[in-house]
């Protein structure tokens, strides 16, 4: 396997997943039914702050240089948020860094941050839309720049995987971690709609 075929069968594995956890249903959730801008920007700097710890300890853990890189990107991305949003108390990790943080081994962490790039790419492009409706192009514009972020701390862990990944199971081992991410936030994702009266699953 390769990064890109790693990438391909997490999408792959995951796409109904992945599909709805980039809808507005999503965000809804996330606000847990709070579609207010304040509601966005506190529940996507909950998501950065947790993030960004989990990949500093990392950081500190190994030799790696793309997780001081992917907590640097995401501290930038956290102070963005709070200067739309001003001073707060941060409150619990959502389930996407909550599971980022479970993982242990390098070819696991690397693998849960491709897991938590795909879906909080997702979550920052819908939270580009919500503003975009809200007449706020500049809060609009710094969730979509986050996108480049994404991109880059992906390829990064890409990279690393091919050079860490010497055998079939190392590969397995961090596939299982990618997929694990994406599920984790899933199923927070349908657990709160479920308890707000709403359906999960799209209506066709």
């Not at 039914?33 to 190994?62: I, N």
């Not at 941060?90 to 070819?107: C, F, K, Y």
């Not at 938590?116 to 809200?134: A, H, I, M, P």
Request: aromatic share 8%.
């Amino acid at each position: 396997m390769d990064g890109p075929a790693f990438v391909e069968r997490i999408e792959s594995d995951q796409q109904t997943e992945l599909s709805r956890l980039g809808s507005s249903k999503s965000l809804y959730a996330d606000t847990v039914g709070e579609m207010e801008p304040e509601a966005v920007l506190t529940a996507a700097a909950d998501a950065a702050a947790h993030a960004q710890e989990t990949f500093d300890q990392w950081a500190e853990e190994s030799d790696l240089e793309l997780f001081a890189d992917a907590s640097s990107r995401v501290a930038d991305q956290y102070d963005a948020i709070l200067s739309e949003l001003g001073d707060r108390e941060q409150g619990e990790p959502p389930a996407v860094t909550e599971q980022l943080r479970a993982a242990e081994g390098t070819p696991e962490r690397l693998g849960s941050t491709v897991g938590w790039s795909l879906v909080t790419e997702r979550k920052s492009t819908q939270s580009s839309g919500f503003f975009t409706g809200q007449a706020k192009p500049q809060t609009a514009s710094t969730f979509r720049g986050f996108g480049d972020d994404y991109d880059a701390i992906r390829a990064d862990a890409l990279d690393a995987l091919e050079a860490v990944c010497d055998s079939d199971e190392a590969w397995e081992r961090a596939t299982t971690a990618g997929t694990a991410v994406v599920q984790a936030s899933y199923d927070e994702y349908f657990e709160t709609l479920e308890e707000l009266g709403m359906n999960p699953k799209p209506v066709c």
